[in-house]
């Protein structure tokens, strides 16, 4: 069972910055992509950013150019730097693994982002 440990949410304030990590027990070799989603209170779980094993990318359009998302192999995590944080970020941000031979990605718990106006 491939688990995911996610970190570095909490309440910050409008304009400012957080970085999540996620770490993966899958084999880092395994793994096709890794990225986060979101989900804001009454509404469906969206994707904010993606990063493919090959390193391309690709953002959610209301976080382009305030988000990236990177990752380091050896440690088998992915990060996601967020930047001038607005209050319409707030959410539960959701971190993501798919890896080869299994048809669904696999999720971690959950880490709640708050920013305050």
């Known amino acids: 069972q491939v688990q995911l440990v996610e970190s570095g949410g909490g309440l910050v304030q409008a304009g400012g910055s957080l970085r999540l990590s996620c770490t993966t027990s899958?084999?880092?070799?395994?793994?096709?992509?890794m990225g986060w989603y979101r989900q804001a209170p009454g509404k469906r779980r969206a994707l904010v950013a993606a990063?493919?094993?090959?390193?391309?990318?690709n953002y959610a359009d209301s976080v382009k150019g305030r988000f990236t998302i990177s990752r380091d192999n050896a440690k088998n995590t992915v990060y996601l730097q967020m930047n001038s944080l607005k209050p319409e970020d707030t959410a539960v941000y959701y971190c993501y693994v798919e890896m080869s031979g299994s048809p669904w990605p696999y999720w971690g718990q959950g880490t709640q982002v708050t920013v305050a106006s």
């Open positions: 990063l493919a094993s090959g390193g391309g990318t």
């Open positions: 899958g084999n880092s070799f395994s793994i096709r992509a």
